[in-house]
């Protein structure tokens, strides 16, 4: 089932970026909401952080009511007193996989590195981490702005409110380079690496710009980029990466539209000039000399 082909180089780890945590809400919203929570089962005290037992045994009994993100956090709301949410993060190399399950058939067997799964009666909800730096935590609705994981979070790139207006102001008096600038999470959630590079090519912005130095219209293309670049990927089924599947376990396509991501030496889409490549902070950036000016 993990025999996903390889999309990026060795020296990048695949992180499920906000692209492929919106494909993995979307394919689960419908399989859970309106179910009711049966049995939940945990196979290990901590991932990342320790799981609070007592708090998600609570959960079960309740129906689930809606299917969220924000940042790269699932939120999975429930019903009843103080509608809890349960906050599910992949980490580096989560899988969220919810298989149909008839009524009275046997539960499926424990697949390798499960560390636990929801019962929703037709659904089974489980999480699969080799690495285990997911996380699984449960927040009352009235303090989930307030949960820790969740507060000093950025703006979503993919609300209304993120424009070129929003970018603009945020990169004044800011020396740090745009792709960095991009992918602090303080400031703006779920641009993480492969997703900053392609969208400062789409804006024709080259990756080490001094954030402060882009112009207003600059800002608007590279907000405008930043969309479409996490919208086609979203519409794609997320980046092709290595431990990364969808709920359903197919592997996203988004790999194939790369424009300068992991195309060293390749001609650039649009005017052909070779991509260049160089290590930005320890991370591999792509650009185009001739289009990023
Ligand atoms: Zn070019």
């Given at each position: 089932?993990?025999?996903?082909?390889?999309?990026?180089?060795?020296?990048?780890?695949?992180?499920?970026?906000?692209?492929?945590?919106?494909?993995?809400?979307?394919?689960?919203?419908?399989?859970?909401v309106g179910r009711r929570l049966r049995t939940l089962e945990l196979r290990r005290d901590d991932l990342r952080w320790p799981m609070p037992k007592k708090a998600l045994q609570s959960l079960v009994g309740r129906k689930c009511t809606s299917v969220k993100r924000r940042s790269k956090y699932l939120l999975v709301q429930f019903d009843g007193p103080k509608a809890p949410t349960a906050l599910i993060h992949l980490g580096m190399t989560g899988n969220l996989i919810v298989d149909p399950i008839g009524p009275r058939a046997m539960r499926p067997e424990y697949r390798k590195h499960e560390h636990w799964r929801m019962d929703f009666g037709d659904r089974l909800m489980r999480f699969i981490d080799p690495r285990r730096f997911g996380a699984l935590d449960v927040a009352e609705f009235d303090a989930l702005a307030e949960h820790p994981r969740l507060k000093d979070l950025g703006q979503e790139p993919l609300e209304p409110a993120f424009d070129g207006a929003f970018l603009h102001r945020i990169?004044?008096?800011?020396?740090?380079?745009?792709?960095?600038?991009?992918?602090?999470?303080?400031?703006l959630v779920g641009v993480g690496n492969i997703y900053a590079s392609e969208s400062c090519w789409y804006a024709g912005v080259r990756p080490r710009r001094a954030a402060k130095s882009l112009t207003k219209l600059q800002c608007t293309a590279l907000a405008k980029a930043v969309r479409h670049v996490l919208s086609a990927a979203i519409k794609a089924g997320g980046t092709t990466i290595r431990n990364y599947v969808g709920v359903a376990e197919d592997a996203g396509y988004f790999a194939r539209e790369l424009c300068v991501y992991e195309r060293k030496d390749l001609p650039c889409p649009r005017c052909k000039t070779p991509i260049k490549h160089a290590t930005q902070q320890g991370r591999s950036t792509y650009w185009c000399p001739t289009c990023q000016g």
């Open positions: 089932m993990l025999g996903i082909p390889c999309a990026v180089g060795e020296d990048e780890q695949a992180l499920p970026e906000l692209p492929e945590v919106e494909t993995v809400r979307r394919g689960a919203e419908p399989h859970l990169t004044r008096n800011r020396k740090v380079a745009i792709k960095q600038l991009l992918m602090n999470g303080h400031l």
